[in-house]
T-cell receptor, first 115, second 110 residues
């Protein structure tokens, strides 16, 4: 069964460092998403991406965050200068149809720990 | 009102019990509603979509009440394997911005 894959599974970084989280969405999917989940809290929407541009972003997705689809398969989330409060599980998701009509398929997540 | 709000639980029920969860949403124009399931430290997975007329999938029944702006999930004949956190997801602005509720934790005990 096709799946969304994410790397790394766990990254530890120092505050102020740049981090890039990588995702390979399901190959025929057109919509891509990043969510995060701070330990013990809810899943929070960060950004959605379609047709090589951001389609929606939340109030959390500030100038420290950026997304890119550098080639035909990868979808990346960059955090420019990490803060302690960025520590969370980051989930990538993809969908064949827009989020309002299609199932979101999530990767297993990348756990980010900022020290 | 929060965009998507759920009773956090926890719900602790015996095997075989029937349990129901509610979720309220703030935007009356929302059109798309889903229930996801999240096991501990795992990614969310779609349980079922919620249609206007209500829908059933085996032991699971989902309902939508637009007038009161809530959706519900009913689980009949609970199994141990139903133990998980159930997440209400609503497309709050009718685009690719899917918002999750905080989740309702269910534990089914033998």
């Amino acid at each position: 069964e096709p799946e969304v894959t994410q790397t790394p599974s766990h990254q530890v970084t120092q505050m102020g460092q740049e981090v890039i989280l990588r995702c390979v969405p399901i190959s025929n999917h057109l919509y891509f998403y990043w969510y995060r989940q701070i330990l013990g809290q809810k899943v929070e929407f960060l950004v959605s991406f379609y047709n090589n541009e951001i389609s929606e972003k939340s109030e959390i997705f500030d100038d420290q965050f950026s997304v890119e689809r550098p080639d035909g398969s990868n979808f990346t989330l960059k955090i420019r200068s990490t803060k302690l409060e960025d520590s969370a599980m980051y989930f990538c998701a993809s969908s064949e149809l827009s989020g309002s009509t299609g199932e979101l398929f999530f990767g297993e997540g990348s756990r980010l720990t900022v020290l | 009102r929060k965009e998507v709000e759920q009773d956090p639980g926890p719900f602790n029920v015996p095997e075989g019990a029937t349990v129901a969860f509610n979720c309220t949403y703030s935007n009356s124009a929302s059109q798309s509603f889903f229930w996801y399931r999240q096991d501990c430290r795992k990614e969310p997975k779609l349980l079922m979509s919620v249609y206007s007329s209500g829908n059933e999938d085996g032991r699971f029944t989902a309902q939508l009440n637009r007038a009161s702006q809530y959706i519900s999930l009913l689980i009949r004949d609970s199994k141990l394997s139903d133990s998980a956190t159930y997440l209400c997801v609503v497309n709050v602005r009718n685009n690719n911005d899917m918002r999750f509720g905080a989740g309702t934790r269910l534990t089914v005990k033998p």
